[in-house]
């Protein structure tokens, strides 16, 4: 799934550990306000839908749910 050389959005987690790559345009943007979101990142969560087929995701074995 997704292609990294064909990447519209690249990204990773601030310490580096996971990379992430979107090969598609990003649809509409949602934010949300609520208090857990800004007690973690110290303002507002905002996010995009991705389908799985344009998604990449490096040092996947970093990443926990």
Request: glycine share 6%; charged share 25%.
């Amino acid at each position: 799934p997704g292609d990294r050389s064909e990447a519209v959005i690249a990204a990773s987690r601030s310490c580096g550990a996971v990379r992430f790559f979107v090969d598609a345009e990003l649809g509409e943007i949602d934010a949300c306000h609520r208090t857990q979101y800004r007690k973690q990142a110290g303002h507002f969560f905002a996010s995009a839908n991705v389908t799985h087929e344009h998604l990449c995701i490096d040092d996947e074995e970093n990443l926990t749910w």
